[in-house]
């Protein structure tokens, strides 16, 4: 059975940093391109960033140079490292994955950027 667990979100001041984890199981992540996504209050889902089965990442214009997707297969996770937070990074994360065709996502971890 696949199964997305995320963990890591919270409050925290802007400027300061957060480190997401989705732990996966059912699949082996390593074989998979992952992704972020965040919804907003009121908004549409968006992408934030993907890792491909080569490790290469990529991201959303709005988080370039502040977010850093990373995976460990040992632990079958990947990561949303987090830093330079702002505000409108507010919303919840999902991490999502595409399984023959079949799209997984997990229940999602709150971020709230706020002083």
């Known amino acids: 059975q696949v199964q997305l667990v995320e963990s890591g979100g919270g409050l925290v001041q802007p400027g300061g940093s957060l480190r997401l984890s989705c732990a996966a199981s059912?699949?082996?992540?390593?074989?998979?391109?992952m992704s972020w996504y965040r919804q907003a209050p009121g908004k549409e889902r968006d992408f934030v960033a993907l890792?491909?089965?080569?490790?290469?990442?990529n991201y959303t214009d709005s988080v370039k140079g502040r977010f850093t997707i990373s995976r460990d297969n040992a632990k079958n996770t990947v990561y949303l490292q987090m830093n330079s937070l702002k505000p409108e990074d507010t919303a919840v994360y999902y991490c999502?994955?595409?399984?023959?065709?079949?799209?997984?996502w997990g229940q999602g971890t709150q971020v709230t950027v706020s002083s």
């Open positions: 999502h994955i595409v399984l023959y065709g079949i799209d997984y």
């Open positions: 059912g699949f082996s992540a390593s074989s998979y391109a």
């Open positions: 890792i491909t089965r080569g490790d290469s990442p």
